[in-house]
């Protein structure tokens, strides 16, 4: 059997899973491309305004994409555009990932150069490895060495991106420093470096609930410009993030059509917006906040659970007893103390709450 070829191995965008955003939203980018006529910092396929739209939508032609401050956006977008890198920070759940994706492919046209960070990175995967087959028969030669996906942006005049910074060793997170500084990645077994082109730049993630795993060195904090990512700042918007996003994964993953419940969409995001702030809506009683994070992309995937229960398994219709199993799933992390948690907000709140005895009833049936 012949090995396969990187042909093979890649699937067509039009039928991957979850299409990188250049390829899902092609369409737009080019319409706004072939429409914008702001200057374009060098290397960049659209000017830092018509990014902005990609990202916040027109209300017309271009969806948005992410869903919150205008003006924090223009800040994480001119950021890019001078000679500091951008840091998002937030707590789980808030579009750090989603936003960096889509910064790049508006950008750069590409949101693949990515490092994941993890507590066992290697400073390998920030700067560049080596072909070791090649390295042993050659000694330190061009074709010997692997660029890592920040020497590959550095080349092209790109944006890499790196996720979880926080996660990343901190020796390891330093070799970032002359990168981001200097624009230069030297290659001392080769006697040589790599020069940044016109356009290259760094977008990293960081969660600040890991304050504390691997705190970022001052000096290379001073390299980043840090924008936080805040929760959805009313009920109203986080039901319109969560109805809107399970609604394009739905399509994507070709789910038995399911009426959308704003009912069912709304009853989750209150759960998760009053257990995670420790407080009814109403502000009347106090709650203890369960280990988990209860962030809205935990909330797209409860109600897209519950359309797969609805359609597969039920009468097409979304139902309580739908997303209950999900939402004890997402709020019950530590058998103990979540779960004692979970059933004192249905025994005080959720039992008493008109309209949600139905509810009530799953979620206790679900334990």
């Known amino acids: 059997m012949p090995a396969p070829t990187a042909a093979s191995v890649a699937a067509p965008a039009a039928q991957a899973l979850r299409p990188h955003a250049e390829h899902q939203y092609a369409d737009e980018l080019a319409a706004l491309a072939a429409a914008d006529d702001r200057p374009r910092p060098p290397g960049w396929r659209l000017s830092p305004q018509a990014v902005v739209t990609y990202l916040l939508g027109d209300g017309e032609r271009i969806s948005p994409k992410y869903v919150g401050p205008r003006r924090l956006v223009e800040v994480a977008v001119a950021t890019l555009a001078t000679d500091r890198a951008l840091l998002l920070l937030g707590v789980p759940g808030t ?16 949101s693949t150069l990515l490092v994941q960070g993890t507590a066992g990175t290697p400073e390998e995967a920030i700067r560049y490895g080596w072909n070791y087959a090649r390295l042993l028969a050659e000694g330190p030669t061009v074709d010997a060495l692997v660029a890592g996906p920040v020497m590959v942006a550095m080349r092209t005049g790109a944006i890499a991106r790196v996720e979880e910074l926080t996660r990343v060793p901190s020796d390891v997170q330093d070799a970032l420093i002359t990168i981001l500084s200097e624009k230069t990645l030297p290659v001392p077994e080769l006697g040589t470096e790599v020069q940044a082109t016109r356009g290259f730049n760094v977008i990293a993630t960081a969660n600040d609930r890991d304050r504390g795993v691997n705190e970022l060195s001052s000096a290379l904090r001073r390299r980043f410009n840090t924008v936080v990512l805040p929760v959805p700042s009313s009920v109203e ?9 399970v609604g394009e994964l739905g399509r994507a993953l070709e789910l038995p059509e399911v009426p959308t419940a704003v009912e069912e969409i709304r009853r989750v995001v209150t759960v998760f917006r009053e257990l995670r702030g420790g407080l009814t809506a109403d502000g009347r009683t106090t709650l203890k906040t369960p280990t988990g994070s209860l962030s809205t992309a935990e909330a797209i995937s409860v109600i ?28 019950v992390k530590d058998p103990v103390s979540d779960a004692a948690v979970w059933r004192e907000y249905l025994e005080t709140v959720v039992r008493e709450r008109d309209g949600w005895r139905d509810f009530y009833r799953a979620a206790r049936a679900a334990l």
């Open 95 to 110: 579009a750090k990932t989603w936003v960096s994706e889509h910064l790049a492919a508006a950008i750069s046209g590409d």
């Open 237 to 245: 918007e986080e039901v319109g993030i969560v109805t809107r996003r």
């Open 304 to 331: 897209t659970n519950g359309m797969a229960l609805a359609g597969h398994f039920g009468d097409g219709v979304l139902r309580a007893a739908d997303v209950a199993a999900g939402i004890v799933g997402a709020v």
